[in-house]
């Protein structure tokens, strides 16, 4: 079966400019998750969406982020505007949302912002 | 608070076998996920356990104790292509909360 989707692959801006990510998951999965990792940390959840409804949100910095599922398919993740500390990989993964649980992650797409 | 603690760095020798811990402290627990992450990579699953007990998979295997909020995983025979940082991560409800991560690196 095809894998997490992702692109682009990397993205270079500047601050203040803004960015978008795409994301396909793999098909049938139900959940969708995006993740911000800094070099040298753990992926931290940004939302989760079960089909196109958001289940969690809490950590997504909403002044600037923002993101959406339409037809519970596809995702875009948009940053706008981009700060410094926005450099990190962003990181797309999906579930099935049964036992064990398992996410299936994107390649993930490398965001510098200068 | 919810935390999940796990050494920062694991030096081994190749062919040894190396334990990599973690324990957590998390409102909920449904279960204990590990994922494996190559440097530029993404997080590949490795194990998942929800009760008590070792799950053997190949050369890995992974252990819980839940009234110890502990666990374990557990890398045999290691070869160099097992360098890379682990992760633990605690199913709380629907949300996965992850370990800081362990960086394993491997010695000829």
């Known amino acids: 079966e095809a894998g997490v989707a992702q692109s682009p692959r990397y993205k270079i801006i500047e601050k203040r400019q803004s960015v978008a990510f795409w994301c396909n998951p793999i098909?049938?999965?139900?959940?969708l998750y995006w993740y911000q990792q800094i070099l040298g940390q753990g992926p931290k959840l940004l939302i989760q969406?079960?089909?196109?409804?958001?289940?969690?949100d809490s950590q997504l910095p909403k002044d600037r982020f923002s993101a959406e599922r339409l037809k519970g398919v596809d995702s875009t993740l948009k940053i706008q505007p981009a700060k410094l500390e926005d450099s990190a990989v962003y990181l797309c993964?999906?579930?099935?949302?049964?036992?064990?649980?398992?996410?299936?992650f994107g390649p993930g797409t490398r965001l510098t912002v200068t | 608070g919810q935390s999940l603690e796990q050494p920062s760095e694991v030096t081994a020798v190749e062919g040894a076998i190396v334990q990599i811990n973690c324990t957590y402290q998390?409102?909920?627990?449904?279960?204990l996920s590990w994922y494996q992450q190559h440097d530029g990579g993404a997080p590949t699953f490795l194990s998942y356990?929800?009760l008590d007990g070792l799950e053997e998979t190949g050369r890995f295997s992974s252990f819980l104790s839940r009234s110890d909020s502990y666990g374990y995983l557990l890398l045999q025979e290691l070869q160099m292509k097992d360098s890379a940082s682990y992760f633990c991560?605690?199913?709380?409800?629907?949300?996965?909360?992850w370990g800081a991560g362990t960086k394993l690196i491997i010695k000829p």
């Open positions: 098909s049938g999965h139900a959940t």
């Open positions: 969406f079960q089909n196109n409804g958001v289940v969690d």
């Open positions: 356990n929800a």
């Open positions: 991560a605690v199913r709380d409800g629907y949300q996965l909360i």
């Open positions: 993964a999906s579930s099935p949302g049964r036992p064990p649980y398992e996410q299936y």
């Open positions: 998390t409102s909920g627990f449904y279960g």
